[in-house]
């Protein structure tokens, strides 16, 4: 069955430094997206990608990059890690058709930043 | 700007009782809505998507409704289940260019036995 995985599930890091977090998807699908979800906010889109080497920010892309080298792969990195980082981060992916997307959401990674 | 606010922020009602989660949004143009479940420890998983002219889609125990004139929506469960215990994030999608998507605080739904 197709399914979208993370890695790793949990991850501790200390402040400064470099972190990147994976997500795979067997769907096939083209579009694939990365959120960061904190307590009291909604889903919050820190970067999306169209289709291979395609890249493009959300509203919360300070302090993180996303790299698109094949259909499958999203992995995001951030470049020096800060506390204010420490969150539980979501990879998605849906079809190319924007009309009626649904997405599909990965397992999440929790993300402690000390 | 656009918003989705969700309402109770959380909810505690006892197994096999019905309840309704609100959803207001101010996201324009409107494209469509969507009410995800999700689980404690899950990424969400969408339950219904409803378009501009669609202003009841069903799934199961959930009934979800829109009023697109008002800009409000409502998930209806029946007969709840513990199972049913869960975050439900209310998830407005805009028209136009660009990626406009704009996601609930979501309701913390609490079922006790």
């Known amino acids: 069955d197709a399914e979208i995985t993370q890695s790793p599930r949990h991850k501790i890091t200390e402040t400064g430094r470099q972190v990147t977090l994976a997500c795979h998807q067997t769907w096939n699908h083209n579009n694939m997206f990365w959120y960061r979800q904190d307590l009291g906010h909604g889903l919050r889109l820190i970067h999306y990608?169209?289709?291979?080497?395609?890249?493009n920010k959300g509203e919360v892309s300070d302090g993180y990059s996303v790299s698109r080298s094949n259909t499958e792969d999203l992995p995001l990195t951030l470049e020096s890690a800060a506390s204010s980082q420490t969150s539980v981060y979501f990879c998605a992916s849906s079809e190319q058709h924007a009309g009626a997307d649904t997405q599909y959401f990965g397992p999440g990674t929790r993300l402690t930043v000390l | 700007k656009n918003q989705v606010e969700q309402s109770p922020q959380s909810l505690i009602i006892l197994e096999g009782k019905n309840c309704t989660l609100q959803c207001n949004y101010t996201v324009s143009p409107f494209s469509n809505l969507r009410w995800y479940k999700q689980d404690t420890g899950r990424g969400p998983v969408s339950l219904t998507i409803?378009?501009?002219?669609?202003n009841t889609k069903s799934n199961g125990r959930y009934t979800a409704t829109l009023d697109a004139d008002t800009k409000q929506s409502s998930l209806h469960i029946t007969a709840s289940q513990l199972s049913d215990s869960a975050s439900y994030i209310c998830v407005v999608r805009g028209g136009g260019g660009g990626f406009k998507t704009i996601f609930g605080a979501g309701t913390r739904l609490f079922v006790k036995a």
């Open positions: 409803m378009t501009f002219s669609e």
């Open positions: 990608s169209y289709g291979v080497h395609d890249t």
